[in-house]
Nanobody
Framework: QLQASGGGLVQAGNSLRLSCAASSGRTGRDYAMGWFRQAPGEERKFVAGISRGGGTKYHEDSVKGRFTISKDNAKNTAYLQMNSLKPEDTAVYYC????????????????????WGQGTLVTVSS
């Protein structure tokens, strides 16, 4: 199971940190993690992905330089640090996980992921 948290209402230019806590019988270090978002009336889109060891990261172009994905394997938790937020970042943010005990690949496609959190709403006011 994945539990996403940290969403809320913020003004443009401010920051938020989303967390995604994983609870399972498997160790967090064997999971690649990702963040996706879905704005009203739009499809779910990739935001960021990280390999199980954290050595490979991908960020969608519109968030590069503002958002950073990370993971703490000891805590079985992934994070999305979001700085310089813009109104167009408003969306429900979903975390996702894929069990990859023998790979250090990060994934950008939602079809690659096996597990999904419930979503956390981020609203950025102008």
């Amino acid at each position: 199971q994945l539990q996403a948290s940290g969403g809320g209402l913020v003004q443009a230019g401010n920051s938020l940190r989303l967390s995604c806590a994983a609870s399972s019988g498997r160790t967090g270090r064997d999971y690649a993690m990702g963040w996706f978002r879905q704005a009203p009336g739009e499809e779910r889109k990739f935001v960021a992905g990280i390999s199980r060891g954290g050595g490979t990261k991908y960020h969608e172009d519109s968030v590069k330089g503002r958002f950073t994905i990370s993971k703490d394997n000891a805590k079985n938790t992934a994070y999305l640090q979001m700085n310089s937020l813009k109104p167009e970042d408003t969306a429900v943010y979903y975390c996702a996980a894929k069990w990859v005990p023998h790979s250090n690949v990060a994934f950008t496609l939602d079809s690659s992921y096996d597990h999904w959190g419930q979503g956390t709403l981020v609203t950025v006011s102008s």
